[in-house]
């Protein structure tokens, strides 16, 4: 059973995403997501500085058979990548919350993170795909 | 019936078991208004002896008793071993080896020859081939306005002096993406590139030089390079890989190297054969290697930790990405990978030197020797790799069909590329001629350039 | 071990060396800095090393001429030695591509009767073979779609929609030329969802991208209606020929509607597959499309010599699309292929290549098989699903598709179309005999057995090849791409 953090908010398209105390959020992928993809083999971070708009495709994440888009879960501006997992992509299987995040953000609208998936509601999506 | 194993009996046992009587009966989804009769235009069928003899009389139609043209496309003396290991069935009915386990034989040649490419550019990888190196070089334009993330531009600067059928090749291709090229042309006096050319090059996703030129001619690669790299702008190499085993590679070019290598592969091993199948090789720094399009092959360990060969980085690929492929590629062209991979190790870095040296001195005896006819001189100074444009006192596309119809093709006549060069002949030399060929050549080419001077 | 490996400094192929004595220059001289400062780093070996090497490596190999080879969408079928060997003469392969027109008229008569027969097999109204491959067969079809909607100022149109089963190089076809992918959901049924397609059509549609047989296996019924809703939209309909080999000689995609259409000549006309290439893959057009072919073609002049034709008599083509000319001696084969076969011959490809497969599919399902689509007629190729396996017994499709290689048959096509969970898309072409399909029914057979008695055997197949499963996400996480190490003294 994928873990759900209580912590985070989450996307359909299984990203999450944490409201720091500076203001800015932390984008990664779920737990249930790595698993899907399997052992992940490559992960492509955009540039410091580059903004987004929310929904637009953000960063990549390779596995031997697949290759997923990650999205702006907001928009914003990029602060910082985890450049650590351009030589360790495997953090993101083995942490997918703390050490496997993707990418920082600055978002323009702190609020809108209100309006993505409540944990609850993310469990509920993953349950009814793994039925 | 040709190629079909099913006797009747067969036949009507397997319609049997499907519980339908007639093989018409399994069409039966398709609407009867689109069901087809037999096209007039196809002819009957023929015995394989049949075809064997009109195809003999075709051939030799179009046969040849020596030829001074290249332009893209090289005379090279192709080692018995090669094709006879290459037409192995085991190497020509497998197909693309997506089960790993069942084509180790393939992949571990993949493998070597991406070393042997890979080493012949002095580059990090290479890929497992695309169609041709045309195609080589339009697929490497892409990959440079991905890969740049200096120069955030669709505008790739080439020389001037590049094949001309490759730059159009580019343009159909590229050019649907928005991609923009811009040429720049080349010297009057040596063919070559000027060095000064930094201007064109601010903002540019890339430079594309030819090593050597279409005219034969070496140019200044290490400037070019210098330049383009000063200027934020990958450096694309076309290269011909038998010169290489004699120049400076383009992972050495300038300071820094270029940054990709492409070429035509078909003088390792390959016949001209009208055009193709060839293949096109295609190498980059490690850096760019996730842009690079085409299968790639990776050495990896199986359970029992034994050295194996798999496809390696699919998820750039079509059959995976989609619509966010760097290409749509599906194949390389394995069987022309296999021949070339024999040929490089048969001749090995010096074989393949004494190819190149040869089919260089055998140019500077075909020039200087046809320099004594009066009105022929070099259309380039500089030195060259084993081609040379003459300048003729006659239009060189009479002195094509003349010489033609005595069975020798002199080369390439320009003018139906660059109308100011009608008089100019693009001449080839590799090591498959022999001083007495030279001479041949030279001789009908007086004759030829008399015989129309005579005319006028 | 590699051929490097086998390398020893100063041992040569000393027979494939020229001489470069008597040629009276000091050679390389004048090249100066333009020298290359040290060796490649090829491998030295003798001409027996080299001949022994590589003929170990093939013996790795699955192939046609050791194996059958059900590989769905493939075609992998036996390509006649005949029509190698007669592309295959002195004259075609010493050939120049630049030879002048006078010097070619052979090589040309081959290649103008080879367009007047796709021509007639497709019912197309014109045919380019310069196509060097089937991926960029639709990069010409679809960059002559986007040509048309431009040259009529059309510039609106650009929306590709293909059907969601649709091969990979489909959405990445329509994106190397500038467009934008719609996917039209498919029925349970494996037909194109009709009243999604009629409701994503319109201004924007610039065409649809079909195979018929689809990637189902299976005969599109509603073409016709198909064909209207994107014609009446203003839209162009452009046929994937992977799949021509079912229907050769049956149906013609220019009578279903299709207005362009690359053929795999590679798969239905004669050529190996050479461990992933060449190919060559030939377009044809209708009316609409004709000013856009891309050069050259080959025509014919009022005294009935050949010759080509570019664009100077092509103003509105899409360009070249190769160095030279295309694929030539893939041509050639495909020539030689069917003067072998005849029209007759054409007609029984299409007849048998579906015999076997439905004989197959209804054998298969006497084994306790699932068909995906098992209300449906199978055409050349048809898909299992083992998701009931999956399920049950922990085994995938991947894991029967290794276990086969244990068989002595190559695995059918895995894992496509996405859409079939676990699923096996098979195809057994024309020329395999019923002795061969029963061969593989039995081997499915077997397999089924150690499913649910030794399902070990299954999942931790192959036992019995070079190598064992390999480490896929090593291979992607440790890039070793070319062998690095230097040879030994």
New interface residues.
Partial sequence: MAEVRDDVRYLATHEWVKLEADGSVVVGISDHAQDALGDVVFVELPEIGTSFVQGSEMAVVESVKAASDIYAPVSGVVVACNSALEDAPETVNDSPYDAGWFVRLTPDDPSSIESLLSPDAYQALCDDETH | MPFIPHTDAERDEMLEAIGVTTIDALFDEVPMSLRASLPPEMPEGISEMALMQLMQRRAKQDEMSLSFLGAGAYEHHIPAAVWDLTNRGEFLTAYTPYQAEASQGTLQLIYEFQTMIARLTALDVANASVYDGATALAEAMLMAVRANKTNKSKRIVVAGNLNPHYIAVCEAIVSNQGLVLEVLEPDEQTGTIPTDCAPQLSEAAALVVSYPNFFGGLDPVDALTDAAAAAGALVIGVVNPTALALLKPPGQWGASGADIAVGEGQPLGIPLASGGPYLGFMCCRKAYVRQMPGRIIGRTVDQTGQPGYALTLQAREQHIRRGKATSNICTNQGLLVTAATLYLSLLGDEGLRQVALKSHAGINQLVAAAGQIEGVSRRFSGPVFHEQVLQLPVPAADVVNLMANEGILPGLALGALWAPMANCLLVNVTETKTSDDIDHFVTHLANAIEAIKSTC | M???ERSRSGR??A??????K????D??D????????S???????S?LE??R???N??????????QF?P?GS?T?????R?AA???S????????????E??????L??LYELQ??L???T?MKAVSLTP?????G??AGV?MI?AYHQKRGDHDRVEILVPEAA???N????????FV?REIPVTPEGDVDLAALQAAVGPRTAGLMMTNPSTCG??E?Q??AIAETVHEAGGLLYYDGANLNA?L????PG??GFDVLHMNLHKTFAT?????????GPVGVGERLLPFL?TPTVGQTESGTFRWLDKRDLPDT?????????????L?RAY?Y????????????G??A???A??MA??LTEAGFDLAYPT???THEFIITLAKQAKHHHVTAMDV??RL?DYGV??PTTY?PLLVPECLLIEPT?????AEIDGFVAAMAAIADEIVNTPDQVT?A?HT???????????????????LKTQPA
């Avoid at chain 3, 003469?89 to 002048?100: I, N, T, V, Y």
């Fill in positions: 590699l051929i490097f040569r192929a027979a494939q060396h020229v001489s470069s008597g040629l009276g220059l050679l390389g004048d090249l100066g800095e333009h020298l290359r400062h060796p490649a780093g090829l491998p030295e070996v001409e080299v001949v090497h590589y003929t490596l093939s013996a790795k190999n699955f192939a046609i001429d050791r080879y590989l493939c992998m079928k036996y390509n006649p005949g060997a007669a592309a003469q002195p004259g075609f392969l010493k050939r120049h591509p630049l030879a002048p006078a010097q070619s008229q052979g090589y008569a081959c007047t027969y021509q007639a097999l019912g060097m491959a089937g991926a960029q639709e990069f960059a986007r091969h990979g190089t959405p990445a076809t329509a994106v190397m030329c500038g992918v299976v005969f019924r073409i016709a229907i000689g049956k149906v013609r009578d279903m190996p597959h050479g461990g992933g290439g060449p190919g060559s891309p899409i360009g070249r699309l190769s160095g030279f000319m295309g694929n030539a001696g893939i050639l030689a069917a003067r072998l076969l005849g029209g007759e011959g054409m007609q029984r490809v007849a048998y579906t015999l076997n439905n004989y209804k054998r449906r007629r199978a598709a290794k290689l190559h695995a496509f024309e020329t395999e005999s019923k931790s192959p090849l070079p190598v064992t499963r390999l480490d896929d996400v090593k291979a992607a996480r440790d890039l070793d791409l070319a062998w």
